[in-house]
């Protein structure tokens, strides 16, 4: 009986062309483990694509739309090109003396001052509420937020009597003051301070004597460039795209921006067809300054992710 194993101890042979001592077996399901990953990516990836057709589809129809004459406009395929499209920008500029370029200018007016103005109170504002602690800071932060909530259709009428009052309507003025102020800037801005200004630089500057404006001025506001330069851009985007407040305060359609006077040729074309083929062409090279601005500020963006991965 000693002579023969137990069968618990009993091993089996390797296979042939095996090592000795590997498990045997048939090999674990690699591929069918892969799939799960790659079929859960397929449907964001698929939400995003439908998202950046959705974009861009219209933005595509006005590139094609504007290279067609009038009788191409309404009688060809829709996004079949034309060859009307340096017709159709002498036309525009031959509209009214060039008034389109005249509304262009207005909107880099409005858009320009105003989200300068406008970011360099949110930059103030957002570094006193992330730096300065005193009394009633957070409750006037959340009425501050509490305006993002805002509709700007409920503010337009309000402002409209302020400006009346004041007697700035029908002027520059009436479109840039309610503009000055942005609850979403002031928002960013103290987020934006409280990340990327360390309350132990402040106090290295206070010691070595530096006022309060030095430190703002050297120190918090070059920390806190890449973040004033998203405001600035939201700021723009929404000034550039208002069309709300211009057509309530400004009566002189020399004053228009970009938004009302094409609507006020969209008007037009009901009973001049031949207007709509102006109309989109002014909303193509609307598009140019905001494409030429992300373009141009999409560097700061970069220093900030660089930025960001430096431990502090």
């Known amino acids: ?100 370029w005249r509304w262009m200018a207005n909107s880099v007016l409005y858009a320009g001052l105003g989200g300068v103005l406008s970011t360099v109170v949110s930059a103030f504002a957002g570094y006193a509420l992330a730096v300065y602690r005193f009394r009633g800071r ?17 503010l337009a009428i309000p402002q409209y009597l302020l400006m009346a009052e004041a007697d700035l309507t029908d002027t520059y003025a009436s479109v840039l003051l309610p503009l000055v102020l942005s609850p979403y800037g002031v928002y960013l801005g103290r987020i934006y301070a409280e990340a990327a200004v360390p309350m132990e630089l402040v106090e290295a500057g206070r010691v070595d004597g530096a006022g309060e404006w030095r430190i703002f001025l050297r120190i918090a506001v070059p920390m806190m460039s890449p973040g004033l330069v998203t405001i600035f851009l939201f700021q723009f985007v929404a000034i550039w795209n208002n069309f709300l407040l211009p057509f309530i305060m400004l009566g002189d359609d020399e004053k228009f921006p970009m938004t009302v006077g094409l609507f006020t040729l969209l008007k037009q074309g009901a009973s001049q067809p031949a207007l709509y083929t102006l109309v989109i062409t002014g909303a193509l090279l ?13 560097r700061f963006w970069s220093l900030d992710l660089l930025s960001g991965a430096v431990k502090s």
């Open 138 to 154: 957070e409750a006037f932060f959340n009425i501050m937020l509490a305006g993002v909530l805002m509709p700007p259709v409920i």
């Open 1 to 100: 009986m000693t002579g023969l194993a137990s069968p618990k101890l009993r091993k089996a042979a390797p296979a042939a062309g095996s090592t000795p001592g590997t498990p045997q077996g048939p090999p674990p399901a690699a591929g069918r483990k892969a799939d799960g990953p790659r079929r859960t990516a397929l449907l964001p990836t698929t939400a995003l694509v439908l998202g950046a057709l959705y974009c861009l589809l219209p933005v595509a129809w006005v590139l094609v739309a504007a290279t067609k004459a009038d009788d191409e406009l309404f009688s060809t395929f829709t996004f079949l090109p034309g060859s009307g499209l340096t017709d159709n920008i002498g036309e525009l500029t031959g509209y009214r003396d060039g008034i389109y």
């Open 286 to 298: 609307a598009i140019v300054p905001l494409i030429a601005l992300f373009l141009l500020i999409q």
